[in-house]
Protein backbone atom coordinates (compact mmCIF):
# COMPACT_ATOMS: atom_id res chain seq x y z
CA UNK A 1 0.00 0.00 0.00
CA UNK A 2 1.50 3.16 -0.68
CA UNK A 3 0.27 6.92 0.47
CA UNK A 4 0.75 10.06 -1.25
CA UNK A 5 2.14 11.38 1.85
CA UNK A 6 4.11 9.71 4.51
CA UNK A 7 5.09 10.87 8.34
CA UNK A 8 8.90 12.71 7.94
CA UNK A 9 11.53 12.28 10.16
CA UNK A 10 13.87 15.12 9.82
CA UNK A 11 17.19 15.29 11.58
CA UNK A 12 17.14 15.03 15.32
CA UNK A 13 20.99 13.50 14.94
CA UNK A 14 21.71 16.06 17.94
CA UNK A 15 18.72 14.85 20.11
CA UNK A 16 19.62 11.41 19.33
CA UNK A 17 23.42 11.74 20.13
CA UNK A 18 22.28 13.27 23.27
CA UNK A 19 19.74 10.48 24.31
CA UNK A 20 22.35 7.44 23.50
CA UNK A 21 24.75 9.28 25.86
CA UNK A 22 22.51 9.54 28.72
CA UNK A 23 21.15 5.90 28.52
CA UNK A 24 24.66 4.81 28.19
CA UNK A 25 25.32 6.12 31.64
CA UNK A 26 24.12 4.44 34.86
CA UNK A 27 20.80 6.05 35.80
CA UNK A 28 21.38 8.82 37.92
CA UNK A 29 18.82 11.44 37.34
CA UNK A 30 15.47 11.60 36.02
CA UNK A 31 15.60 12.78 31.98
CA UNK A 32 12.72 15.71 31.22
CA UNK A 33 12.12 15.76 27.42
CA UNK A 34 10.42 19.45 27.21
CA UNK A 35 9.13 21.98 24.06
CA UNK A 36 5.90 23.13 22.86
CA UNK A 37 3.23 21.17 21.39
CA UNK A 38 3.87 19.03 18.62
CA UNK A 39 7.65 19.64 17.78
CA UNK A 40 8.31 16.11 18.15
CA UNK A 41 9.46 15.16 21.32
CA UNK A 42 6.57 12.09 20.68
CA UNK A 43 8.36 11.06 17.72
CA UNK A 44 11.91 11.22 18.80
CA UNK A 45 11.43 9.09 21.91
CA UNK A 46 10.15 6.20 19.68
CA UNK A 47 12.89 6.97 17.05
CA UNK A 48 15.19 6.67 19.42
CA UNK A 49 13.05 3.47 21.57
CA UNK A 50 13.50 1.33 18.46
CA UNK A 51 16.59 2.51 16.94
CA UNK A 52 18.50 1.80 20.16
CA UNK A 53 16.88 0.30 22.80
CA UNK A 54 14.98 -2.58 21.08
CA UNK A 55 16.61 -5.15 22.36
CA UNK A 56 16.97 -7.91 25.18
CA UNK A 57 19.07 -5.71 27.11
CA UNK A 58 16.50 -3.13 27.80
CA UNK A 59 13.09 -3.23 29.36
CA UNK A 60 10.97 0.04 28.40
CA UNK A 61 7.72 0.64 30.36
CA UNK A 62 6.61 3.00 27.89
CA UNK A 63 3.45 5.17 29.40
CA UNK A 64 1.39 7.45 27.22
CA UNK A 65 -0.87 9.06 29.04
CA UNK A 66 -2.54 10.90 26.44
CA UNK A 67 -5.07 7.75 25.61
CA UNK A 68 -5.75 7.57 29.73
CA UNK A 69 -7.85 10.24 31.58
CA UNK A 70 -6.75 10.54 35.10
CA UNK A 71 -8.46 12.09 37.79
CA UNK A 72 -8.14 10.15 40.43
CA UNK A 73 -6.06 7.99 42.33
CA UNK A 74 -7.74 4.70 40.96
CA UNK A 75 -7.51 6.42 37.52
CA UNK A 76 -3.42 6.54 38.31
CA UNK A 77 -3.22 2.79 39.45
CA UNK A 78 -5.18 1.73 36.10
CA UNK A 79 -2.41 3.76 34.45
CA UNK A 80 0.64 2.11 35.76
CA UNK A 81 -0.41 -1.47 36.37
CA UNK A 82 -2.02 -3.52 34.66
CA UNK A 83 -3.30 -7.32 35.28
CA UNK A 84 -1.62 -9.89 34.59
CA UNK A 85 -3.04 -12.41 31.91
CA UNK A 86 -0.62 -14.54 31.45
CA UNK A 87 -1.72 -16.50 34.54
CA UNK A 88 -5.31 -16.97 33.41
CA UNK A 89 -6.61 -18.60 30.25
CA UNK A 90 -6.81 -17.26 26.92
CA UNK A 91 -4.33 -16.46 24.29
CA UNK A 92 -1.07 -16.57 25.75
CA UNK A 93 0.71 -15.14 23.48
CA UNK A 94 -1.03 -11.65 22.55
CA UNK A 95 -1.51 -10.69 26.14
CA UNK A 96 2.29 -11.65 27.16
CA UNK A 97 3.05 -8.64 24.27
CA UNK A 98 1.09 -6.03 26.11
CA UNK A 99 2.08 -7.10 29.61
CA UNK A 100 5.48 -6.01 28.39
CA UNK A 101 4.63 -2.18 28.53
CA UNK A 102 3.32 -2.05 31.84
CA UNK A 103 3.75 -3.41 35.67
CA UNK A 104 2.14 -6.34 36.08
CA UNK A 105 -0.19 -7.11 38.74
CA UNK A 106 -2.30 -10.60 39.86
CA UNK A 107 -6.16 -9.43 39.98
CA UNK A 108 -6.11 -9.33 43.92
CA UNK A 109 -3.21 -7.03 44.22
CA UNK A 110 -4.74 -5.07 41.80
CA UNK A 111 -7.91 -5.23 44.24
CA UNK A 112 -5.43 -4.14 46.95
CA UNK A 113 -3.85 -1.17 45.43
CA UNK A 114 -7.34 0.17 44.71
CA UNK A 115 -8.24 -0.09 47.95
CA UNK A 116 -4.90 1.32 48.98
CA UNK A 117 -3.91 -1.68 51.15
CA UNK A 118 -0.85 -2.36 49.06
CA UNK A 119 1.97 -0.04 47.97
CA UNK A 120 2.15 1.00 44.22
CA UNK A 121 5.97 2.03 44.85
CA UNK A 122 6.68 -1.65 46.75
CA UNK A 123 5.22 -3.24 43.78
CA UNK A 124 7.06 -1.06 40.78
CA UNK A 125 10.40 -1.80 43.06
CA UNK A 126 10.02 -5.76 42.97
CA UNK A 127 9.57 -5.40 39.36
CA UNK A 128 12.37 -3.11 38.84
CA UNK A 129 14.91 -5.92 41.11
CA UNK A 130 13.64 -9.13 39.38
CA UNK A 131 14.74 -7.26 35.69
CA UNK A 132 17.75 -6.31 37.16
CA UNK A 133 18.24 -9.68 39.03
CA UNK A 134 17.69 -11.45 35.07
CA UNK A 135 20.36 -8.52 33.73
CA UNK A 136 17.94 -6.03 32.08
CA UNK A 137 18.01 -2.47 32.37
CA UNK A 138 14.29 -0.81 32.83
CA UNK A 139 13.41 2.35 31.21
CA UNK A 140 10.71 4.39 32.13
CA UNK A 141 8.94 6.03 29.67
CA UNK A 142 6.40 8.75 30.77
CA UNK A 143 4.95 10.88 27.27
CA UNK A 144 2.10 13.66 28.08
CA UNK A 145 2.87 13.87 31.47
CA UNK A 146 0.68 17.10 31.73
CA UNK A 147 -2.24 14.25 31.30
CA UNK A 148 -1.59 13.97 35.54
CA UNK A 149 -2.60 17.73 35.83
CA UNK A 150 -6.13 16.33 36.79
CA UNK A 151 -4.67 14.21 39.89
CA UNK A 152 -2.60 17.01 40.68
CA UNK A 153 -5.71 19.45 41.02
CA UNK A 154 -7.88 17.05 42.26
CA UNK A 155 -6.17 16.71 45.35
CA UNK A 156 -4.12 14.32 45.26
CA UNK A 157 -0.63 16.49 44.56
CA UNK A 158 0.82 14.20 47.51
CA UNK A 159 0.38 11.10 45.11
CA UNK A 160 2.42 12.98 42.06
CA UNK A 161 5.08 14.31 44.78
CA UNK A 162 5.63 10.46 46.17
CA UNK A 163 5.75 9.38 42.20
CA UNK A 164 8.56 11.59 41.99
CA UNK A 165 10.25 10.61 45.18
CA UNK A 166 10.06 7.34 43.70
CA UNK A 167 11.74 7.71 40.97
CA UNK A 168 14.31 10.03 42.14
CA UNK A 169 15.02 6.81 44.57
CA UNK A 170 15.22 4.19 41.93
CA UNK A 171 17.35 6.57 39.61
CA UNK A 172 19.20 8.69 41.91
CA UNK A 173 19.84 6.61 44.92
CA UNK A 174 19.42 3.28 44.04
CA UNK A 175 20.46 3.40 39.70
CA UNK A 176 17.96 0.54 39.39
CA UNK A 177 16.41 2.40 36.29
CA UNK A 178 16.40 5.27 33.58
CA UNK A 179 13.16 7.62 33.94
CA UNK A 180 12.25 9.70 31.10
CA UNK A 181 9.58 12.03 31.18
CA UNK A 182 8.14 14.41 28.27
CA UNK A 183 5.64 17.35 27.97
CA UNK A 184 4.71 20.41 26.35
CA UNK A 185 3.69 21.69 29.65
CA UNK A 186 6.81 23.29 31.12
CA UNK A 187 4.79 24.74 33.41
CA UNK A 188 3.78 21.43 35.22
CA UNK A 189 7.44 19.88 34.74
CA UNK A 190 8.33 23.60 36.95
CA UNK A 191 5.85 22.71 39.44
CA UNK A 192 6.34 18.94 40.12
CA UNK A 193 10.18 19.46 40.08
CA UNK A 194 9.45 22.54 42.63
CA UNK A 195 6.85 20.25 44.76
CA UNK A 196 9.18 17.17 45.00
CA UNK A 197 13.04 19.07 45.06
CA UNK A 198 13.72 17.97 41.85
CA UNK A 199 15.71 20.65 40.39
CA UNK A 200 19.56 19.09 40.81
CA UNK A 201 18.76 15.88 40.17
CA UNK A 202 16.47 16.36 36.64
CA UNK A 203 18.28 16.47 33.37
CA UNK A 204 16.62 18.68 30.55
CA UNK A 205 16.69 17.84 26.92
CA UNK A 206 15.02 20.77 24.79
CA UNK A 207 13.08 19.17 21.72
CA UNK A 208 11.91 22.51 19.78
CA UNK A 209 10.65 23.10 15.92
CA UNK A 210 13.19 22.25 13.17
CA UNK A 211 15.32 24.82 12.55
CA UNK A 212 15.76 26.96 8.88
CA UNK A 213 18.06 24.61 7.53
CA UNK A 214 16.79 21.60 7.93
CA UNK A 215 12.97 22.96 7.07
CA UNK A 216 14.34 24.46 4.15
CA UNK A 217 16.25 20.73 2.94
CA UNK A 218 12.87 18.73 4.14
CA UNK A 219 10.57 21.78 1.82
CA UNK A 220 13.71 20.87 -0.69
CA UNK A 221 13.15 16.94 -0.65
CA UNK A 222 9.37 16.61 -0.39
CA UNK A 223 9.38 12.92 -2.18
CA UNK A 224 12.14 11.89 -0.62
CA UNK A 225 11.41 12.92 2.95
CA UNK A 226 7.45 12.84 2.97
CA UNK A 227 6.89 10.50 -0.24
CA UNK A 228 5.34 13.47 -1.98
CA UNK A 229 5.41 13.17 -5.62
CA UNK A 230 2.59 15.52 -6.96
CA UNK A 231 4.37 18.34 -6.41
CA UNK A 232 7.29 20.08 -5.47
CA UNK A 233 7.66 23.89 -3.71
CA UNK A 234 9.13 26.63 -5.64
CA UNK A 235 11.31 28.49 -3.71
CA UNK A 236 9.27 31.40 -3.16
CA UNK A 237 6.54 28.91 -1.87
CA UNK A 238 9.49 27.63 0.25
CA UNK A 239 10.13 30.69 2.12
CA UNK A 240 6.31 31.21 2.42
CA UNK A 241 5.97 28.10 4.15
CA UNK A 242 9.03 29.26 6.54
CA UNK A 243 7.60 32.62 7.42
CA UNK A 244 4.36 31.14 8.37
CA UNK A 245 4.85 28.05 10.39
CA UNK A 246 8.50 28.45 10.92
CA UNK A 247 9.68 25.00 11.60
CA UNK A 248 6.57 23.64 13.40
CA UNK A 249 6.79 19.85 11.68
CA UNK A 250 3.02 19.07 12.40
CA UNK A 251 1.48 22.39 10.88
CA UNK A 252 3.91 22.34 8.17
CA UNK A 253 3.19 18.47 7.32
CA UNK A 254 -0.47 19.03 7.84
CA UNK A 255 -0.37 21.94 5.52
CA UNK A 256 1.76 19.89 2.67
CA UNK A 257 -1.20 17.44 2.75
CA UNK A 258 -3.95 20.37 2.68
CA UNK A 259 -2.50 21.60 -0.64
CA UNK A 260 -1.88 17.98 -2.32
CA UNK A 261 -5.61 18.52 -3.85
CA UNK A 262 -4.49 21.96 -5.74
CA UNK A 263 -1.85 20.33 -7.58
CA UNK A 264 -1.26 20.71 -11.01
CA UNK A 265 1.72 19.09 -13.38
CA UNK A 266 3.66 19.13 -10.12
CA UNK A 267 3.27 22.59 -8.96
CA UNK A 268 1.04 24.06 -6.47
CA UNK A 269 -1.17 26.99 -8.85
CA UNK A 270 -0.14 30.01 -6.32
CA UNK A 271 -3.78 31.23 -5.94
CA UNK A 272 -4.67 28.32 -4.48
CA UNK A 273 -1.33 28.41 -2.30
CA UNK A 274 -2.03 31.89 -0.61
CA UNK A 275 -5.77 31.27 -0.34
CA UNK A 276 -4.47 27.72 2.26
CA UNK A 277 -2.08 29.91 4.43
CA UNK A 278 -4.49 32.58 4.29
CA UNK A 279 -7.20 30.33 5.96
CA UNK A 280 -4.01 29.41 8.91
CA UNK A 281 -3.77 32.39 10.18
CA UNK A 282 -7.09 32.95 9.71
CA UNK A 283 -7.62 30.15 12.03
CA UNK A 284 -5.03 31.26 14.38
CA UNK A 285 -6.59 34.94 15.08
CA UNK A 286 -9.85 32.97 15.58
CA UNK A 287 -8.20 31.11 18.35
CA UNK A 288 -7.53 34.28 19.90
CA UNK A 289 -10.74 35.31 19.58
CA UNK A 290 -12.57 32.77 21.14
CA UNK A 291 -10.22 32.40 24.40
CA UNK A 292 -9.90 36.57 24.89
CA UNK A 293 -13.59 37.05 24.87
CA UNK A 294 -13.42 39.07 28.06
CA UNK A 295 -11.65 43.01 27.91
CA UNK A 296 -9.11 41.22 30.86
CA UNK A 297 -8.25 38.21 28.46
CA UNK A 298 -8.09 41.02 25.47
CA UNK A 299 -5.33 43.48 27.50
CA UNK A 300 -3.34 39.95 28.47
CA UNK A 301 -2.53 38.85 24.95
CA UNK A 302 -2.02 42.48 23.79
CA UNK A 303 0.54 42.59 26.45
CA UNK A 304 1.86 39.15 25.35
CA UNK A 305 2.05 40.57 21.69
CA UNK A 306 4.17 43.27 22.43
CA UNK A 307 6.70 41.57 24.64
CA UNK A 308 6.98 38.85 21.96
CA UNK A 309 7.14 41.88 19.89
CA UNK A 310 10.55 43.09 22.01
CA UNK A 311 12.12 39.49 22.47
CA UNK A 312 10.32 35.72 21.42
CA UNK A 313 11.46 34.60 24.66
CA UNK A 314 10.15 36.80 27.45
CA UNK A 315 9.53 36.71 31.37
CA UNK A 316 6.62 36.43 33.27
CA UNK A 317 7.81 40.59 34.35
CA UNK A 318 7.58 41.74 30.71
CA UNK A 319 3.96 40.89 30.28
CA UNK A 320 3.18 42.32 33.45
CA UNK A 321 5.11 45.18 32.62
CA UNK A 322 3.17 45.56 29.67
CA UNK A 323 -0.04 44.55 31.40
CA UNK A 324 -0.96 48.49 32.31
CA UNK A 325 -4.59 48.64 32.98
CA UNK A 326 -4.26 46.40 36.85
CA UNK A 327 -6.36 43.57 35.88
CA UNK A 328 -4.64 40.32 37.27
CA UNK A 329 -3.18 40.91 40.17
CA UNK A 330 0.03 38.40 40.46
CA UNK A 331 -0.93 35.09 41.70
CA UNK A 332 -3.84 35.86 39.09
CA UNK A 333 -1.37 36.39 36.25
CA UNK A 334 0.72 33.52 37.00
CA UNK A 335 -2.27 31.34 36.59
CA UNK A 336 -3.68 32.67 33.48
CA UNK A 337 -0.18 32.45 32.13
CA UNK A 338 -0.16 28.54 33.28
CA UNK A 339 -3.22 28.49 31.69
CA UNK A 340 -2.55 29.49 28.55
CA UNK A 341 0.87 26.98 28.59
CA UNK A 342 -1.53 24.20 29.34
CA UNK A 343 -3.95 24.77 25.98
CA UNK A 344 -0.85 25.91 24.10
CA UNK A 345 -1.02 28.97 23.45
CA UNK A 346 2.55 29.85 25.22
CA UNK A 347 5.00 27.51 25.84
CA UNK A 348 7.01 27.12 28.93
CA UNK A 349 11.28 26.81 29.23
CA UNK A 350 11.74 25.29 32.53
CA UNK A 351 15.20 26.05 32.35
CA UNK A 352 15.29 29.52 31.33
CA UNK A 353 11.92 30.35 33.12
CA UNK A 354 10.92 32.27 29.76
CA UNK A 355 7.87 31.87 27.70
CA UNK A 356 7.23 31.95 24.15
CA UNK A 357 4.43 32.30 21.92
CA UNK A 358 3.91 28.67 20.48
CA UNK A 359 4.73 28.39 17.10
CA UNK A 360 5.37 31.20 13.82
CA UNK A 361 1.73 30.98 12.93
CA UNK A 362 -0.09 31.58 16.80
CA UNK A 363 2.76 34.30 16.64
CA UNK A 364 1.19 35.73 13.00
CA UNK A 365 -2.26 35.03 14.51
CA UNK A 366 -1.51 37.03 18.29
CA UNK A 367 -0.73 39.88 16.24
CA UNK A 368 -3.20 40.14 14.14
CA UNK A 369 -6.09 39.78 17.04
CA UNK A 370 -3.81 42.47 18.84
CA UNK A 371 -4.57 44.48 15.31
CA UNK A 372 -8.14 43.58 15.26
CA UNK A 373 -8.77 44.88 19.04
CA UNK A 374 -6.38 47.94 18.12
CA UNK A 375 -3.25 47.34 20.62
N1 LIG B 1 11.88 15.39 13.02
C1 LIG B 1 10.69 15.51 12.41
N2 LIG B 1 10.60 15.83 11.09
C2 LIG B 1 9.42 15.95 10.47
N3 LIG B 1 8.22 15.77 11.08
C3 LIG B 1 8.24 15.44 12.39
C4 LIG B 1 9.46 15.31 13.11
N4 LIG B 1 9.16 15.00 14.40
C5 LIG B 1 7.81 14.96 14.46
N5 LIG B 1 7.26 15.21 13.27
C6 LIG B 1 5.81 15.27 12.99
O1 LIG B 1 5.24 16.28 13.81
C7 LIG B 1 4.02 15.84 14.40
C8 LIG B 1 4.04 16.00 15.89
O2 LIG B 1 5.03 15.17 16.45
P1 LIG B 1 4.94 14.62 17.94
O3 LIG B 1 6.13 13.74 18.11
O4 LIG B 1 3.61 14.02 18.19
O5 LIG B 1 5.10 15.96 18.79
P2 LIG B 1 5.03 16.17 20.38
O6 LIG B 1 5.12 14.84 21.02
O7 LIG B 1 6.20 17.05 20.67
O8 LIG B 1 3.75 16.87 20.65
C9 LIG B 1 3.82 14.43 13.90
O9 LIG B 1 2.91 14.47 12.85
C10 LIG B 1 5.17 13.98 13.41
O10 LIG B 1 5.07 13.08 12.34
MG1 LIG C 1 3.80 13.96 22.31
Request: hydrophobic share 40%; charged share 25%.
Given at each position: ?10 N ?8 KN?I????E?I?F???PK ?5 T?LY ?15 H???R???L???K????A???ID??K????L????EYD ?5 L?V?A?KGL?A ?7 I????L?K?EAK??R?V??ID ?9 L????E?L???FN????M??E ?5 V??A???GY??E?I????K??K?S?F????Y?N?D??Y??LNN?E?ESA?K???L ?5 D ?19 IM?Y ?5 VP?A??EE ?5 V ?8 D???T????A?F ?9 S??F ?7 SL?E??Y????LH????N ?9 N?V??EY????R ?6 TM??E??G?
Open positions: MKYSKEPAFIRSQEMVFLWDERPNLIYGSSGKTLRFIEENLSNAAYDIKFNLEIFEQYDFIRFFEYSAKGDKEKRLKVFKTELEQELDPFVMKKELLGRPIVELQALEGIYNGQRLKELFFVASKSHLCHIISSDFIRCNDSLNTTLEVNLKDTYWLKIKYTTPAQIRVWETFGGSCWEISRFLGEMAEGGAEAFALRKVIQMRSLHVYAYKKRQLAAINAAMQTPCTYAAVSASGFDEEADELGLVSQNFIAYPTAAVQGSMEIGLFAMIR
